[in-house]
């Protein structure tokens, strides 16, 4: 009886960090949402157009950024650690790194394409600054909330 209890006890401890975690990221999300939309001054019409666009590259970003970094974290864990890589796996990891960072730059070429024909440069300029602030904004205030 005293295993179960604690299992699910256990069990809504765990649910519940997943549904605080899930939260924390859905307020940067938002946050995110309305840093760029002042910072870019969309208007209705034109943000309409132009999030689920950047959704959809926020997405892939993340997918091939998760992939890139499991198939590093296996490695890793099999080899013992770095210090327990030969040269033959440390090549591995350097070319691996390589092959991601052309597909992150393959998606964002994509991405550039597609908001092209919904934003100006100058607002595409504007974008990639913003995200870059808002970047650095986040962690000001993850280190100060930290002090």
Same mark, same amino acid.
């Given at each position: ?21 899930? &939260? *924390? ?8 949402? !309305?840093?760029?939309? @002042?910072? $870019?001054?969309?208007?209705? +019409? ?48 350097? &070319? *691996? ?8 730059? !393959?998606?964002?070429? @994509?991405? $550039?394409?597609?908001?092209? +024909? ?30």
């Amino acid at each position: 009886m005293k295993k179960i209890v604690t299992l699910i006890i256990l069990l809504f401890v765990c649910l519940n960090l997943s549904a605080q975690k899930d &939260k *924390n990221r859905e307020k940067v999300k938002a946050l995110k949402v !309305a840093f760029l939309t @002042e910072k $870019l001054n969309l208007d209705t +019409k034109t943000a309409q157009k132009f999030w689920p666009v950047y959704n959809d590259h926020e997405s892939k970003l993340n997918t091939i950024r998760r992939k890139g970094m499991a198939v590093v974290k296996d490695k890793l864990k099999s080899a013992g650690g770095f210090d327990g890589l030969n040269e033959k796996e440390a090549e591995f990891f350097v &070319k *691996n790194k390589l092959d991601f960072d052309e597909k992150e730059l !393959a998606q964002k070429k @994509e991405f $550039l394409t597609k908001i092209s +024909k919904i934003l100006s440069y100058k607002q595409i300029l504007k974008l990639q600054l913003s995200e870059r602030e808002f970047a650095r904004e986040l962690m000001r205030k993850y280190r100060k909330k930290r002090k």
